[in-house]
């Protein structure tokens, strides 16, 4: 590439500067439309997002729904069936670390 047209490069674009390739640079006095101004209304969109049917919710909440759980584990039995189905196996250690 000739030296010339590297420079040329970087030479910041005026608008309507003839030397530039045809596009002409928005003009800055311009006004925003009413669709890009804070007097327009906001576009509800829950209508247009496709999410999943879920039968659990879509938020945490784990501080106000484990207690729930922990009772349900309790009244379950959960853990004592999980240690009388590992009775007499052998011991497992999970090394986690270096």
Known sequence: MPAAQ????????????????????PD????LSAAMTK???????????????????MRG?????????VQAWEDQGVYKKLRD???GAPKFVLHDGP
Do not use: H, M
């Not at 800055?28 to 006004?31: A, G, K, Q, T, V």
């Not at 007097?39 to 919710?57: C, G, I, K, V």
């Open 6 to 25: 590297a420079s040329k490069a970087w030479v910041p674009i005026l608008q309507n500067d003839p030397n530039t390739t045809g596009q002409a640079l």
């Open 28 to 31: 800055p006095n311009l006004r």
């Open 39 to 57: 007097e327009s209304t906001p576009q509800d969109y829950r209508a247009t997002l496709n999410l999943p049917d879920t039968p659990f919710p």
């Open 61 to 69: 909440d784990l501080p106000k729904r484990e207690p729930g759980w």
């Open 85 to 87: 189905a590992r009775c």
